[in-house]
C-alpha cells in the first residue's frame, strides 16, 4: 500500500467512542502508515459523508449510533450477513463503491471464544435480553452456531415477540417476568439491553434458576464489572464480560482498510480498560 491509508468511525455524539484508541494502538503496534480519527456526523451529513468515501476520501471506517440503519441504504453494497441483522457498522470504500457489513456478529462470537472457549458446545437453549440493534446481531450468531432454541426477553414484550417471529422457528419472544420459568434449561444468559450501564440494574432477575454449568455475558461494558456480572460471579455461575465483544468487532474492519488481520492482546484490553469507568459496587 503507498498512500497513508484513513479511515473514521462516525457517530452523533461520538466524542466517548473507544475505536479510535483501539484502531490507533494497532496502527503503532504493526507500524502501519495510516489514520483513524472519530468524526462528529449529525443525520442530515450521512449521505455527503458516504458520498466522499465513496470518491476515495478514505479506506473505510465504522459506524455507530444513530447512523447503523440508516447507512444501510447509502451503500452500494450490503453483505447477507448485515442484511439480516439489519444494521451495518463497518463500510469498506472500493473502486468507487461503498461496501457495508456488520462486525457486531463477529465481536460476540470471537469474544466468547477466547474467553470460554467450548461455550457452544452442546448448547441447547440459550435467553438472550434485549430487542434493540446489538440483539439482532447476536441472534444471527447464536443461531448460526446451532443453539436449538432461543428465548429473547425485552422490556416491551411485543418488541421480542416481533422480533423472534422475524428471526425465525427457533426463537420465541417473552418478557423479562419469564426469565424464572426459562432460566432452569438456559445454558447461556446474554444481556443486549441497556440495562447494567453506569451500574442500572434489573429489578428481579433470579439467577439462582440458572443451571449451575450456565455462562453469563453482558454486552454492556462501562462498568466492566456490571451489576449483572457481579451477581453471577456471586451465584458462582462462569461469566464474560463485554469489552472484548468491542475489541473482536473492530478485528475484520482494520485488516480491510489496512491490510493487516490485527490481535486482540492483553495489552489492548488493557488500554482500552484502562479508560472505563470503575466497576459497580455492589
Ligand atoms: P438499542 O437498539 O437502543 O436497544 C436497547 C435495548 O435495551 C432495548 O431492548 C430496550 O428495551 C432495552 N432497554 C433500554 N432501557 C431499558 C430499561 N430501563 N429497562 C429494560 N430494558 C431497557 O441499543 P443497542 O444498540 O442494542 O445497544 C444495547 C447496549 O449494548 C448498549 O448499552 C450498547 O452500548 C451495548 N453494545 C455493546 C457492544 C459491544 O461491543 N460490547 C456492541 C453494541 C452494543 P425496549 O425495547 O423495551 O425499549
Known amino acids: 500500500m503507498s498512500a497513508t491509508r484513513k479511515a473514521f468511525v462516525i457517530g452523533h455524539p461520538i466524542a466517548h467512542s473507544r475505536s479510535p484508541l483501539i484502531h490507533g494502538t494497532w496502527l503503532k503496534a504493526y507500524g502501519i502508515d495510516g489514520s483513524y480519527e472519530a468524526i462528529d456526523v449529525a443525520p442530515g451529513e450521512l449521505p455527503e459523508f458516504v458520498a466522499a468515501l465513496r470518491a476515495g476520501a478514505f479506506a ?99 418488541k421480542a415477540a416481533a422480533l423472534a417471529r422475524e428471526m425465525g422457528p427457533q426463537f420465541s419472544g417473552h418478557s423479562l417476568a419469564e426469565f424464572a420459568a426459562l432460566a432452569p434449561r438456559a445454558g447461556l444468559l446474554v444481556n443486549t439491553s441497556s440495562i447494567g450501564m453506569h451500574g442500572t440494574r434489573f429489578d428481579d432477575l433470579p439467577l439462582a434458576g440458572l443451571p449451575k454449568t450456565a455462562l453469563v455475558t453482558d454486552i454492556v461494558y462501562t462498568p466492566l464489572l456490571t451489576p449483572l456480572l457481579a451477581e453471577a460471579r456471586e451465584a458462582g455461575l462462569r461469566s464474560v464480560d463485554g469489552l472484548g465483544m468491542l475489541l473482536h468487532q473492530a478485528v475484520p474492519g482494520f485488516e480491510a482498510w489496512f491490510g493487516r488481520r490485527p490481535e486482540v492482546t492483553p495489552m489492548l484490553r488493557a488500554a482500552v480498560e484502562a479508560t472505563l469507568e470503575p466497576s459497580s459496587e455492589h
Not at 459506524?63 to 444501510?72: D, L, Q, R, S, W
Not at 463503491?97 to 458446545?121: M, P
Open 60 to 158: 473505510g471506517g465504522n459506524v455507530t449510533i444513530p447512523h447503523k440503519e440508516a447507512v444501510f441504504a447509502l451503500c452500494d453494497d450490503v453483505d447477507p450477513l448485515a442484511r439480516r441483522i439489519g444494521a451495518v457498522n463497518t463500510l469498506v470504500a472500493n473502486d468507487g463503491r461503498v461496501w457495508g457489513t456488520n462486525t457486531d456478529y463477529l465481536g460476540f462470537l470471537g469474544n466468547l471464544d477466547q474467553e470460554a472457549s467450548g461455550w457452544d458446545d452442546g448448547l441447547d437453549e440459550a435467553i438472550v435480553i434485549g430487542a434493540g440493534g446489538a440483539a439482532r446481531a447476536i441472534l444471527v450468531a447464536l443461531a448460526e452456531r446451532g443453539v436449538n432454541h432461543i428465548a429473547v426477553l425485552n422490556r416491551t414484550a411485543d
